[in-house]
């Protein structure tokens, strides 16, 4: 709390007025702005920048007097949500925040179908935000030609217009994304299909961080690669849409150790890959990507979050910015 961080009272009670100020024009992104810029400065002094993105929910169910929250999905109560982009070194040293957008989810009308929202163009849907940080990212890009920039996605990013959108950007921006579609290749192919049928390029152990309920443990793998051309969906404002060069990369561990998932990971990129060595690196930048899962974890159970106390979504925001440094 800001009584037990500062040192007396006179100074959580100015902390209290900043996130109430009903003039200043405050808002979570205002207050981050400065600590962007300084994460752009260490970013362009970096050969290349893994940037990460993912949503996270933030829940608030027990404030029940507090005004503009929203629904978190599968009732799991009411809240909001975040949705981030991190700047990585490829050794996995954070360099900082480099966008952040939190906002509350409007209620769900009863009647939503997945062809319903199939049929929406991407700025009518809520994945609109995984393309508006592809778009910051290749704002960030323009501005340091010397630095290589690669936003990297789990299966939720796993858009046809977030592949399709990397080719606008700068030459220096990329994109590693992991597949969550098996998707229709040229030829009448199937994705997975297609990649069981590649030849194995080599086998490695590779450390595995923890996740849900499982230990961290070393994983042995093989990789496969190979450039695909993936067809548009037949569905909605898509059909029509040209195909797209990507090269697809599989990581899979052939022999899981008994009650364990396996590790099956389905990578695309807009990166070309000449050799094994190149797939191993792509794999080690997509490892950095949990980086930002570990940053969740802290804004929840070591900044506590969760457990402010404001009337209204806009102040829990406002105080969430300091939360996202403290926590980066």
Known sequence: SFLGSLEDWAAAKGAYGLIEHDKAPLSMESLLEPHSAATLSRMAAEARVLLPQDSSGLNYSGLKATTGL??????????????????????????????AHCWARPEEPGNATPRGRNAKSIDQKESVRWLEQLHNAAAAARR?????????????GDLYELHDAVGLGPPNLHTLIRAQHDRNLEGHRKLWEFMAGVPCAGTRTIEVPRRRGQGARQATVEIRFSPVTIRAPEAGVKKGWPPLQLWALQVREPDPPEGLEAI????????????????????????????????????????HAERREFKTAEHLMRVLAFDLIIAW
């Open 70 to 99: 929203g629904p978190l999905g599968e009732n799991k109560g009411r809240g909001l949500w975040l949705h981030s982009t991190l700047a990585y070194r490829p050794d996995g040293v954070p360099l900082g925040v480099l966008d």
């Open 144 to 156: 340091m030609p010397q630095t290589q920039v690669v936003v990297m996605t789990d299966r939720e």
């Open 264 to 303: 099956d990971w389905m990578l695309l990129s807009d990166l070309p890959i000449a050799d094994a060595e190149q797939a191993w690196e792509r794999v080690e930048w997509y490892r950095c990507r949990w980086g930002i899962e570990e940053w969740h974890r802290v804004i929840k159970t070591g900044c």
